[in-house]
C-alpha cells in the first residue's frame, strides 16, 4: 500500500540515507574540509615560516629553525633594505610590471579585435603565428632576445625590457581576447557599421569596455608573471640600476655562506607588494578568473 501524503504537503525528495537532493553528507563534509585545511596549511605556513625566521640571525635559525626567536631582530630588515637598494628594485619592478601589463592588454585587445570580426583569408594564419608562442619556452628565447637586442641598442635599457616583457604576454593576451571577442554578436559591429560608426571607434568605445574581465584575467597572469620575473632581466641589463626585485635578493646568497635573517627579510619586502596586491584587489581577481575561465 502506497504512503499517502496529506494535501497540501509534498514528498521529501531524497538522495538516499534520508538526505535531501542535492545536500552533502557529514562524512564527505568532513573530508572536503579536511582536504582545504590541508591545503590552507601548505599555503600559509611557509610564509609563516619565512616571516618568523626573517627576524632572527643567521647563528639562532641555524640552532632552531621551527621555533620562535629569543630575541626579534628588527635589524635584518634595515641592512636588507639598505644593501638590496630595495627602492630603486621596487620602481623598477613597478614600472616593468605595470607598462608591460597595460601595454599588453591594448595591443591584445587591438589584435583580438582585429583577428575576432576583420575576417579575411590571412586571419587564420596571422593568429596561428601569434599564438603559437604559447608554446615557446622563456628558456627558448633567451639567446636570440640577447641577440636582438644588441642588434637593435636596446640592452642595458628600460625600454628593451619592456618591449621584452610586453611581447612575451602577448600570445596568451591574444587568444584570450579573440575568444572573447567572437562570442560578442556581429550584430553590434554591423549596427554600429550602419549607422556610420568606423572600426576604430567601435573597439574604442563598444567592444573594448566589454573585454574588462578578459583584461582582468590577463593582468592577473601579467603581473604575477612579470614581477617576479628573473632569467630576461639577467640577459637584458647589467645595469644595477636597472634590476629589479628579484635580482636584487640574489645580492643577499653567496656560493659559501648565506646571511639567512637578511635574506629571509629581503624574501619577505620582496613578497609584500604581492600580498598587498592580493589583499587589496582580491574581489577582483576571483571575478576576473572566474570570467576569464567560462568565457575566455
Known amino acids: 500500500?502506497?504512503?499517502?501524503?496529506?494535501?497540501?504537503?509534498?514528498?521529501?525528495?531524497?538522495?538516499?540515507?534520508?538526505?535531501?537532493?542535492?545536500?552533502?553528507?557529514?562524512?564527505?563534509?568532513?573530508?572536503?574540509?579536511?582536504?582545504?585545511?590541508?591545503?590552507?596549511?601548505?599555503?600559509?605556513?611557509?610564509?609563516?615560516?619565512?616571516?618568523?625566521?626573517?627576524?632572527?640571525?643567521?647563528?639562532?635559525?641555524?640552532?632552531?629553525?621551527?621555533?620562535?626567536?629569543?630575541?626579534?631582530?628588527?635589524?635584518?630588515?634595515?641592512?636588507?633594505?639598505?644593501?638590496?637598494?630595495?627602492?630603486?628594485?621596487?620602481?623598477?619592478?613597478?614600472?616593468?610590471?605595470?607598462?608591460?601589463?597595460?601595454a599588453a592588454i591594448l595591443l591584445s585587445a587591438a589584435a583580438g579585435f582585429a583577428f575576432a570580426k576583420l575576417r579575411s583569408r590571412w586571419t587564420p594564419l596571422l593568429h596561428g603565428s601569434f599564438v603559437i608562442g604559447i608554446l615557446l619556452t622563456i628558456q627558448s628565447i633567451m639567446v636570440p632576445l640577447f641577440l636582438a637586442a644588441n642588434m637593435v641598442h636596446l640592452y642595458n635599457s628600460r625600454v628593451g625590457v619592456l618591449l621584452v616583457y610586453t611581447g612575451i604576454s602577448l600570445p596568451i593576451g591574444i587568444y584570450l581576447f579573440t575568444a572573447y571577442i567572437r562570442s560578442i554578436p556581429d550584430a553590434i559591429v554591423e549596427s554600429a557599421r550602419v549607422d556610420g560608426a568606423s572600426y576604430l571607434t567601435i573597439f574604442h568605445r563598444i567592444v573594448f569596455p566589454m573585454t574588462r574581465p578578459v583584461a582582468a584575467t590577463l593582468a592577473i597572469i601579467n603581473i604575477a608573471t612579470i614581477w617576479n620575473e628573473f632569467m630576461l632581466i639577467n640577459i637584458l641589463v647589467?645595469?644595477?640600476?636597472?634590476?629589479?626585485?628579484?635580482?636584487?635578493?640574489?645580492?643577499?646568497?653567496?656560493?659559501?655562506?648565506?646571511?639567512?635573517?637578511?635574506?629571509?627579510a629581503a624574501l619577505v619586502i620582496g613578497m609584500?607588494?604581492?600580498?598587498?596586491?592580493y589583499l587589496v584587489f582580491r574581489k577582483q581577481i576571483a571575478k576576473g578568473v572566474s570570467a576569464g575561465a567560462v568565457k575566455g
Open 1 to 102: 500500500m502506497g504512503v499517502v501524503v496529506p494535501a497540501g504537503q509534498h514528498r521529501r525528495p531524497t538522495g538516499g540515507a534520508g538526505l535531501r537532493r542535492g545536500e552533502t553528507s557529514p562524512l564527505a563534509k568532513v573530508l572536503l574540509y579536511g582536504v582545504l585545511v590541508l591545503f590552507t596549511l601548505a599555503t600559509v605556513f611557509p610564509l609563516l615560516w619565512l616571516v618568523i625566521n626573517s627576524f632572527k640571525t643567521t647563528q639562532a635559525f641555524q640552532m632552531d629553525r621551527l621555533g620562535l626567536p629569543e630575541r626579534w631582530v628588527v635589524e635584518n630588515y634595515v641592512h636588507a633594505w639598505s644593501i638590496g637598494e630595495f627602492e630603486t628594485l621596487i620602481l623598477n619592478s613597478v614600472v616593468y610590471t605595470f607598462v608591460s601589463t597595460l
Open 238 to 264: 647589467s645595469d644595477d640600476a636597472l634590476k629589479s626585485l628579484p635580482v636584487g635578493i640574489l645580492r643577499f646568497s653567496g656560493a659559501l655562506s648565506s646571511d639567512y635573517g637578511k635574506q629571509f
Open 272 to 277: 609584500l607588494p604581492m600580498v598587498l596586491f
